[in-house]
Nanobody, 116 residues
Framework: QVQLVESGGGLVQAGGSLRLSCAAS????????MAWHRQAPGEQRELVADIKSDSSTIYADSVKGRFTISRDNAKNTVYLQMNSLKPEDTAVYYC??????????WGKGTLVTVSS
């Protein structure tokens, strides 16, 4: 069983910064990718950023240049540095872990609220 625990969410003013963390624990075999998704009220969950085991990254167009995803393989932890936050970044942010065997695991989410 794999557990993902997100932290770092909160309330911030527009233009501010937050750093999210997601720590994975449990029986992790062949970790392939870790990612951040978000879901705003009334909206579908969307991919924010993804980082593969080779450190290649993917970003949603809406966050390019503002958000940075990184990972610490030794700690099975992924981070999301969010700068120049906008009210439209307000959402619950979820961590996802994918294995090379096709398994996916999700955290319970952390709320980010950006006030204007």
């Amino acid at each position: 069983q794999v557990q993902l625990v997100e932290s770092g969410g909160g309330l911030v003013q527009a233009g501010g910064s937050l750093r999210l963390s997601c720590a994975a624990s449990g029986s992790i075999f062949k970790l392939y990718a870790m990612a951040w998704h978000r879901q705003a009220p009334g909206e579908q969950r969307e991919l924010v950023a993804d980082i593969k085991s080779d450190s290649s990254t993917i970003y949603a167009d809406s966050v390019k240049g503002r958000f940075t995803i990184s990972r610490d393989n030794a700690k099975n932890t992924v981070y999301l540095q969010m700068n120049s936050l906008k009210p439209e970044d307000t959402a619950v942010y979820y961590c996802r872990l994918s294995t090379a065997y096709g398994m996916e695991y999700w955290g319970k989410g952390t709320l980010v609220t950006v006030s204007s």
